[in-house]
């Protein structure tokens, strides 16, 4: 099955600075990427996805790039705010069987003020 | 929150009993999947569905059931809990659109 390897596994930024986290995968037939932001107690929440066939996606100010090649796609987030505070998940998946996502082991972030 | 509801949010049982959890979901999506949640290992997938009756295994899927008689319920069974299955479980649907997945509220289980 699938791999998802996810690091770094706690990040601390200060208000302002940008974050990256970056996740690695194993099987080269996976062709979606979804980021998933946990708040402590709360659900997952998709925040941004990327596909295959794309190289990178911006909305506001999150980003995902993805290097098919080297197997890894990362998440950016820009100008951090206290309420990016959260725990931040990758996932791969390929729809067959069953669309069945592979999460990484999550990321704590703490953006200081 | 795309229509899922969990119950019951919480549950402190004992081990060795039987314990049904429910999805409920109202988007009339044909998957639908639980996960656990564990520190340190992330959401790992138990059982999901692609239809009624229609299941098949996860990558932890050892001392749990599920079925699905309609396809806005999913439920997922623990035959005799055991310690180890004290977790938070999340149920999630999949957009067929997009293959996005979206998350139920979850359960907390605590077994004693």
């Known amino acids: 099955g699938e791999n998802v390897e996810q690091h770094p596994s706690t990040l601390s930024v200060q208000e302002g600075d940008s974050a990256v986290i970056k996740c690695t995968y194993s099987?080269?037939?996976?062709?979606?990427f979804p980021w998933y932001k946990q708040e402590l107690g709360k659900r997952p929440q998709l925040i941004i996805d990327i596909r295959s066939n794309v190289g990178e996606k911006k909305d506001q100010r999150i980003a995902v790039t993805l290097n098919k090649t080297a197997k890894h796609f990362s998440l950016h987030i820009t100008e951090t705010q206290p309420e990016d505070s959260a725990v931040y998940f990758c996932a791969a998946s390929k729809r067959n069987p069953g669309n069945q996502f592979y999460f990484g082991t999550g990321t704590s972030l703490t953006v200081i003020p | 929150d795309a229509g899922i509801t969990q119950s019951p949010r919480h549950k402190v049982t004992e081990t060795g009993t039987p314990v049904t959890l429910r999805c409920h979901q109202t988007e009339n999506h044909r998957y639908m999947y639980w996960y656990r949640q564990d520190p340190g290992h992330g959401l790992r997938l138990i059982h999901y569905?692609?239809?009624?009756?229609?299941?098949d295994k996860g990558e932890v899927s050892d001392g749990y059931s599920v079925s699905r008689s309609k396809t806005e319920d999913f439920l997922l069974t623990l035959e005799s809990a055991t310690s180890s299955q004290t977790s938070v479980y999340f149920c999630a649907i999949s957009d067929p659109r997009t293959d996005a997945q979206y998350f139920g509220p979850g359960t907390r289980l605590t077994v004693l």
């Open positions: 569905s692609y239809g009624v009756k229609d299941t």
């Open positions: 099987d080269s037939a996976s062709n979606y």
